[in-house]
């Protein structure tokens, strides 16, 4: 959703910005252009290879553009959760930043690397899920050492799949006999565990269980909590926030966390009068959520689950 991403950042010549999710670089790309000369964009990802595909990427594509390679562009090796913290070591411009952006899919670098995992239409790998590579925590670890009710949880929970019961059943049953270690073998027993007439031909049977071991690995539901508080205090008045989400979960925070930010009060309605002293400090730009158009999603099927939310921050009010 480049387009619209930048329809609502609106970047121009001068302003700073921050990618919290570099992944293909395409966001960062997007707006570098349009913030020469003296503009810059942070860009972040915890995943070495999006960083070092950016490193390239940026050379190639842009050598005819900058005066120096890459000199509005500051490459960050963290975790979006440490946005205060990244912008501290990096760049802080005086007043604040004018947008930040950040989108939680995959990119297509993460799905086809085979070390990964991601993608359950590489039956060979290893069962990983870490945007660090080598995680001290993977999807193989939770599919062989966690107990049946927590299994049960996070595939209910963040992956909001129905038949988590018969799919944990029979991945313990299987782990017995010998680990589970690769993305085939994980992927053969959520088919035998999903009533075949439910299987869709859309959509894969094991997406909603792999997107849960993902959420848990990187702790990504955590990670964007901590991270919008962070980002809208970094912004200038005026500056935009725009996040892409791709599952009830994340959108779910992203829209709770917006409401009552664009709130005047939140004390309980049967409240007489106003004792929080809260501000409205967001202002909400998206009626709901915006989605891909058609064209999109046939150019690009994995956008079709993608949902646009955008806000803006307000001025502070005057008494």
């Not at 589970?180 to 859309?202: D, N, W």
């Not at 966390?257 to 005047?264: I, P």
């Not at 891909?292 to 993608?306: F, G, H, I």
Request: hydrophobic share 40%.
């Amino acid at each position: 959703m480049l387009d619209e991403v930048i329809k609502y950042l609106d970047p121009r010549p001068g302003q700073n910005f921050i990618d919290g999710t570099l992944g293909g670089g395409g966001y960062t790309a997007a707006i570098a252009k349009r913030i020469l000369p003296a503009g810059k964009v942070i860009a972040i990802d915890l995943d070495e290879l999006a960083l070092s595909n950016a490193r390239e990427k940026f050379k190639i594509e842009i050598k005819n553009i900058y005066p120096r390679k890459g000199e509005n562009i500051i490459l960050a090796h963290d975790n979006f959760k440490n946005l205060q913290k990244i912008t501290e070591e990096n760049f802080t411009p005086p007043g604040g930043f004018d947008g930040i952006v950040f989108d939680l899919g995959l990119s297509g670098a993460q799905l086809e690397d085979r070390s990964r995992g991601f993608s359950f239409n590489l039956p060979d790998s290893p069962l990983s899920m870490s945007f660090k590579g080598a995680g001290e925590l993977t999807a193989e670890k939770i599919i062989n050492n966690w107990s049946e009710t927590e299994l049960v949880k996070i595939f209910k929970e963040y992956g909001e799949e129905k038949f988590s019961k018969s799919i944990v059943k029979k991945i313990i049953e299987k782990r017995r006999l010998k680990p589970i270690k690769t993305v085939g073998e994980l992927v053969e027993i959520i088919k035998l565990s999903v009533p075949r007439r439910m299987q869709s031909a859309k959509i894969h049977p094991a997406t909603k269980v792999f997107q849960a071991l993902r959420v848990a690995v990187n702790r990504e539901l955590e990670n964007l909590q901590e991270a919008l508080p962070q980002a809208l205090g970094l912004l200038k008045p005026g500056g935009k926030i725009v996040v892409i989400s791709y599952h009830s979960l994340e959108d779910r925070i992203v829209k709770q966390y917006t409401r009552q930010e664009a709130k005047d009060c939140l004390c309980p309605p049967a409240a007489p009068v106003c004792q929080c002293g809260h501000e409205a400090r967001l202002k909400i730009l998206t009626k709901g959520i915006l989605r891909p158009t058609e064209e999109e999603v046939l150019r690009n099927p994995r956008a079709r689950s993608a949902k646009l939310r955008a806000v803006e921050k307000l001025a502070p009010k005057t008494e």
